[in-house]
């Protein structure tokens, strides 16, 4: 583990959590029951990608 690092906004990665919360609005765009704009929620998800450890550049 002390080859990998984490990204200097690490935290934001905790806020992508939020979007699981947020995902049967999503859905139910998808069986036609939601809007269109209930597909924003998803952008909660890529927050996550901060919380993965990245390899140290030497």
């Given at each position: ?17 939020i ?20 597909l ?19």
């Open positions: 583990m002390k080859k990998y690092k984490f990204d200097k906004y690490w935290y934001l990665g905790f806020l992508g959590f979007g699981i919360y947020k995902l049967p609005l999503p859905l139910e765009y998808f069986y036609g029951k939601g809007s269109a704009l209930a924003i929620h998803l952008l909660w998800f890529l927050w996550f990608i901060f919380f993965i450890p990245q390899k140290k550049i030497i």
